[in-house]
């Protein structure tokens, strides 16, 4: 019992961290290095002049770095700009990426499964309180 559930635990875990790094590719990858790093090192209101202008040159690539940056420092009102004027549909891909668990939550989740000898034990219990009352 517990083998299968390590498993589907296991298999389960793996899907979630598949989907999670191609949540942040969609989400955050940039494949120009100089828009990338002009972004990191820019003040929020640099980054509010940058995302203007990826708007009017519709460039994508810009207007993604501006926004991991804005995420990283959480600037909500650039987030949502770049949703409102860029990439509409982002902001739920963002939402899910914000929700996924961690690493550390998916192996937590291994570590807290009782052995199937406690489990059968409970289970009996619970049956003989629910048949007694």
Do not use: C
Request: aromatic fraction near 6%; charged fraction near 30%.
């Amino acid at each position: 019992m517990n083998s299968e559930y390590e498993r589907l635990q296991a298999e389960r875990n793996e899907a979630v961290r598949t989907r999670t790094r191609v949540l942040r590719e969609q989400l955050f990858g940039v494949e120009d290095g100089g828009a990338l790093a002009r972004a990191a090192v820019a003040t929020d209101a640099q980054l509010g002049g940058m995302l203007e202008l990826a708007i009017h040159a519709d460039n994508a690539d810009l207007a993604r770095a501006v926004f991991a940056a804005a995420s990283q420092r959480e600037l909500g009102d650039l987030m949502n700009r770049y949703f409102d004027q860029v990439n509409p549909q982002a902001g739920e891909l963002y939402q899910e990426w914000r929700a996924a668990p961690s690493e550390g939550d998916l192996e937590r989740r291994l570590d807290i499964l009782p052995s199937s000898r406690t489990a059968a034990r409970f289970a009996s219990k619970d049956l003989r309180v629910a048949s007694e009352g």
